[in-house]
């Protein structure tokens, strides 16, 4: 707080002049040490303040008591003063907090940021995604199924009878203490999405025309084109008159729209249980054109996919639930293809491990 002020006792320039200098003093040494804008009030009240400001005491101590000679002096300086005191007001209200009070809140912006890393599709996800969207394109629709199937909708409706041979081709991992359940009611891990085949027909009469991207288990072993986690796309088109030629030409234009318009396709004779006639599909060699080169071993094609017309016993059991599956009015096709093999073809990935691996040097390269 400021000390009180003084009675003047003498009037003469002198007097004056020290008198005044003492208290400007005093109010550049109150200005400087606001700090905020509590401070600016509190420096307007003590100095401005109509009743009790301090100028309002010099003027009714010294401008009243003063003889008439010395009143247009000690007026003149009187209002000096007050305009030095306005001036340190409206300077420390413009100035802002003091350097004191900026640098207790400062920021280094030098310091590097928080970063926030972007998610973005695994290679995996991505190329299923692509594949999906190709046939959407085209009038399918996109189905899930479960990853834990049963017996019979892995294997016996997709024309797999117990015990048969077939079966061996597609090792399977089966869930634990199933001994009580008769065996199409066992639980196992899927090992294709043909089920999702079934499920689809028995949801629905046909027409259908559906893909079915899904995760599918092998008891495999690792290698370097093998997991026994990977992916599949299914296909499963039925309606009256379906051929082999709608077959040729849904897989050759897909093809072309996945891997471009110069990609050539071709048919081979196979086996699958659930399609009669089966076939295989190869692709001309995207690396070299169908010239022959390492990646096709020198024949100029690639195999891709397995596909067929749907084989009428699969339809016999898709009619125990909907009976529009008369094998004599209506025929098929589906296909199925693994995703990390297209996904390895299209990159010139040669590990199928990497795509499991989560390492960011990897997987940014697919951003
Ligand atoms: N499910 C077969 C497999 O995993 C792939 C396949 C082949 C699916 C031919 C089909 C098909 O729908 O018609 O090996």
């Known amino acids: 707080m400021n000390a009180e002020i003084p009675n003047l006792t003498a009037f003469d320039e002198a007097s004056l002049e020290r008198a005044f200098a003492a208290l400007t003093d005093e109010a ?16 307007r009240l003590e100095w401005l303040g109509r009743k009790q400001g301090r100028l309002n005491e010099v003027s ?19 209002n000096e003063l007050k305009k030095t005191v306005e001036g340190l007001l409206e300077s420390a209200a413009g100035a802002g907090p003091s350097d004191a009070a900026l640098a207790a809140e400062a920021i280094d912006i030098t310091l590097p940021g928080t970063q926030r890393l972007l998610g973005a599709e695994h290679p995996i996800t991505k190329t299923l995604n692509e594949i999906v969207s190709v046939f959407a394109s085209i009038g399918f629709s996109v189905g899930v199924g479960p990853e834990v199937e049963t017996d019979f909708y892995n294997f016996e409706s997709m024309n797999f009878p ?9 090792d399977t991992l089966v869930i634990a203490n199933q001994e009580r359940r008769t065996q ?36 495999d072993a690792a290698d370097a084109t093998h997991s026994p986690i990977f992916h599949q796309v299914e296909g ?46 190869q692709i001309s060699c995207i690396f070299c054109g169908g010239k022959g080169c390492r990646k096709c071993k020198d024949s100029g094609w690639i195999e891709l996919l397995g596909c067929g017309m749907v084989d009428p016993a699969v339809f016999a059991f898709a009619a125990e639930k909907q009976p529009a599956y008369d094998a004599k009015k209506i025929s098929g096709f589906a296909f ?13 990935i040669s590990e199928i491990g990497q795509f499991y691996s989560g390492d960011m040097r990897f997987l940014k390269q697919f951003v």
């Open 162 to 170: 117990p015990g048969h041979p077939a079966r061996d081709t597609q």
């Open 236 to 281: 499963l088109c039925v309606d009256e008159n379906i051929t082999f030629s709608d077959l040729k030409g849904t897989l050759d234009y897909a093809m072309k729209a996945f891997f471009g318009s110069s990609v050539k396709t071709r048919f081979f004779p196979s086996f699958f249980p659930f399609t009669e006639p089966s076939a295989d599909v």
């Open 336 to 348: 199925g293809m693994g995703v990390e093999r297209i996904a390895m073809m299209k990159y010139g």
């Open 28 to 43: 550049r040494q109150a200005a400087s040490t606001i700090e905020n804008e509590a401070g600016v009030e509190q420096f």
């Open 60 to 78: 009714g101590k010294w401008l009243k008591a003063a003889p008439v000679e010395a009143k247009k002096a000690l007026g003149q300086r009187f």
């Open 184 to 219: 199409r009611d066992r639980l196992l891990l899927r090992t294709h999405t043909s089920p999702v085949q079934m499920r689809t027909m028995e949801l629905q009469p046909p027409p259908v025309r559906i893909v079915i991207p899904g995760k599918v288990h092998r008891n």
